[in-house]
């Protein structure tokens, strides 16, 4: 069976996985790739460190040259995460003649179009399926099994540490954030500072490479609006969870004929639906196409075997040619390819959750009522809590029928003014 010589830049966890991967099942990959896939160099930062994987004498080096600098390696891993010195590192395997895989969502996220303009100028080719949601084959199934189709929406659960810390608040009943956040840490599921994936920022990221696939868009992920579950109060999940929702961090992206709506944000998800069942450090995609219909993907979107199994394939397809087709026809990020424009937020329409903080007087609900007649949004539902121990105070939960984002916003603005509030109102989004 014919050879390609095969690099992997980084042995990390995900690294690591994917050596044990191509030493240990060379039978399978060779199958599935026509040839085999002889791995011949390991690029790390410190070659004392302990690995979890048995490597063959040689192939361990701390200089990237060796890899860069062979015409025998013509296929890398490039697992390096972060911005730099990953950028530099892919442009020089490009220069140098190689196809590249990567899982680094990040870079192209901030960095896709400069890496593809430049792959394609050089006859090269990269694939990126473990880039988003991990094991899971989202982005092979978007741009190839679903190419007869014309995606309508996009909703998924892109973060597994978010997901998880609010799958833990919900089982305690609205359980404090900081103490799911270091069991999260824990488990390994949270990194010590886990600002990007609570704030939204990594899901952001993954929804504008998906969103460039499945629309054509070349977003900003700077430029979606994203709401982080650090701002989600622990009394919203306990009362959804009364209500008959789970609270998870949505990322969407809806066709419309005004655009492309997109954000990320949590949102009240209906208990029993597929996402609403979505449980801890998982990840799912719910997409629907004009022919296919709606189709639901879920599975571990991180970890070391389930994002090295992404790797590998990624790996298998280069070294089979199949990569090389797929980089040709879809031009990704290409100035050739017009996709949808991002449509504005203000105009985005659904149902929402309204949380208040107001004195319990005769005659404030009347005004919360009128607050929102006013702007035309009609009140599906209100749940009004006994006061606070010791206080006048009581909590009011509104769920409205589908209404703009700019009509929710001039609402809660002028419920926010009325010296009964006591409190910013809350709002998240309902997805049935």
Known sequence: ?????????????????????LLDHGDRTGRHAGRTLWLEKAVVRDLAKARDCDLPAGVLTDNVDDVINDPEI????????????????????????????????????????ELFDRARELGRSIAFEAAVAGGIPIITNISQCLSANQI????????????????????????????????????????????????????????AILAHLAFGARLNWRDIPRVGIDKVDPVDIQYA?????????????????????????????????????????FN?????????????????GAGQMPTASAVAADLIDSAAGRTAITFRTLELWSDAVKGVDQADFADSTGRRYVRLMVDDHPGVLAGVTKAFGDEGISIASVLQKEPLA????????????AASEAAIDKACATIAAMKSCRSEPVKMWVRD
């Open 390 to 401: 010791g206080e006048d105070v009581v909590p009011l939960v509104v769920m409205t029928h």
């Open 1 to 21: 069976m014919e050879k390609t010589k095969v690099a992997i830049i980084g042995l990390g966890t995900v690294g690591s996985g994917v050596a044990r991967i």
């Open 284 to 300: 799912a995609v719910l997409v629907k196409g004009d022919a296919v219909g709606p189709l639901f993907f879920h599975g571990q």
């Open 74 to 113: 013509t296929l890398v891993a490039q697992l390096v995460g972060g911005l730099e010195p990953a950028r530099t590192i892919m442009l020089r395997l490009l220069e140098a003649g190689k196809d590249i895989v990567t899982a680094n969502k990040a870079l192209l996220a901030e960095h896709g179009p």
């Open 241 to 281: 969870k009364q209500m008959g929702y789970h609270v998870r961090l949505l990322a969407i992206a809806d066709l419309k004929d005004r655009g492309l709506d997109c954000e990320v944000t949590p949102a009240l998800v209906k208990a029993g639906s597929p996402l609403g069942e979505v449980n801890g450090p």
């Open 152 to 207: 309508t929406s996009l909703h998924g659960i892109l973060n597994g540490t978010s997901n998880y810390i609010l799958c833990k608040m919900h089982e305690e009943g609205g359980g404090d954030y900081a103490a799911a956040v270091a069991d999260a840490q824990r488990l390994g599921y949270a990194e010590a500072d886990p600002t990007m994936d609570v704030d939204g920022s990594d899901a952001a990221q993954k929804l």
